[in-house]
């Protein structure tokens, strides 16, 4: 890997040459050969008639094959305050980590090239790290007075990405995709030698290492108009993605707890089978997997609030139980829905078939159950400080 950089020292950052700029504004490129010129002149004009502390912009091209890397350095010649960095292997992920790690700011920020996001919110973002307010700044683009123009399509996917980042790694950000992002430099220091994606989940990653480790985030709602000439490849990006959340599920506390839960799952599946195999000779099949549902919903909440999630504490355990029963109700409704298609395909099925639709169907309702117990019935449990 190589890199090569640039800098002009006068301009708008002339006053801090000596001195290390507050922000350093990266914009990562990848065959941007059109979009690029326009681009970082506009945001140029804004940092120097707008922007009120020092700047500097770094251009950061990974292995660009058409004329980026040449448009970039008349930018460079032509414009004061622009950093160059080129690397041959290509990577977003990649160019941010080293035009990162080479800058000397106070403060890291990045933006994508087509500046979909309304360069108004650059303070706003940035000046919570400045203050030490916050350690890592984000644009949302979900937050309900933020203003978006993107295609049904792309809202779905970003919505859903968001919901799987919540649901899978118990993210408590609200957009990871949005490209408008920043982070103290001491922060980074500690945070990047551990993100291990090179590619577009470098920043998801970068989030989720910071929360776990204790780092205040701040969201600012932005003005966001999708940039209907995007070369990004969506399939791909979201397998690549959904590999980065599998590979970060392995590694966080939420591997244990689902460890955990699949281990409490086990345990109660084979004793509500057993009990509704000795409750269904006497019961009829709907009445029989009610009360076996309900007895092992008891004992699966109690197991999974003390060893799933560590709450040992009495407080709050009654109104616990009787959310688990609401979410026993929706297992029921599964299971006797499960039944219910069963009887109308067979009227009288063999007991084999009767237990093997409700294996189905209990998959289905534990995967549910986790995902309830975790952010709804423990939800306000796990939210507070240890004692």
Request: glycine letters at 8%.
């Amino acid at each position: 890997m190589t890199a090569l950089e640039l800098q002009r020292p006068n301009g708008r950052s002339a006053r801090t040459a000596t001195t290390a700029p507050v922000l350093d504004v990266v914009v990562p490129v990848h065959n941007e050969q059109a979009a690029l010129a326009g681009s970082i002149r506009r945001l140029h004009a804004y940092l120097t008639d707008c922007f009120p502390l020092d700047w500097r912009i770094t251009i950061a091209d990974s292995g660009s094959t058409d004329s980026t890397w040449a448009i970039a350095g008349e930018l460079a010649a032509e414009l004061p305050g622009i950093r160059l960095v080129q690397l041959v292997p290509k990577g977003r992920g990649r160019a941010l980590r080293t035009a990162w790690q080479t800058s000397d700011a106070a403060v890291l920020a990045y933006m994508d090239v087509d500046l979909s996001t309304d360069l108004a919110a650059l303070l706003p973002l940035v000046a919570p790290l400045v203050s030490g307010h916050s350690d890592v700044a984000i644009g949302t683009r979900l937050a309900r007075s933020a203003r978006v123009i993107r295609g049904p399509k792309r809202e779905l996917i970003s919505r859903s990405y968001n919901a799987i980042l919540r649901t899978a790694l118990g993210a408590g950000f609200s957009d990871a995709q949005c490209g408008f992002k920043a982070i103290r430099s001491d922060r980074a220091a500690v945070i990047l030698p551990e993100v291990k994606d090179q590619g577009w989940f470098f920043d998801t990653e970068l989030l989720v290492l910071a929360e776990r480790a204790g780092l205040r985030i701040h969201e600012v709602p932005v003005d966001w108009v999708d940039d209907p000439h995007s070369t990004v490849d969506i399939v791909a990006t979201a397998r690549a993605d959904l590999r980065g959340v599998a590979r970060l599920m392995r590694g966080g506390r939420l591997a244990r707890q689902v460890g955990q839960f699949g281990a409490i799952g086990v345990l109660s599946t084979i004793a509500y089978l057993g009990l509704y195999a000795v409750l269904r000779v006497h019961l009829g099949a709907f009445s029989a997997n009610a009360i076996a549902l309900g007895v092992t919903a008891v004992a699966n909440t109690t197991a999974n609030r003390r060893i799933t999630f560590g709450l040992t504490q009495r407080a709050g355990m009654v109104r616990h139980q009787l959310q688990g029963l609401g979410v026993f109700a929706l297992a029921l409704a599964l299971t006797s829905v499960a039944l219910a298609a069963l009887h109308v395909v067979d009227p009288h099925p063999a007991r084999w078939a009767e237990l093997t639709a409700l294996v189905i169907a209990n998959a289905a309702a534990t995967a549910l159950r986790f995902v309830l117990l975790k952010h709804w019935v423990f939800r306000a449990a796990l939210a507070q400080p240890p004692a």
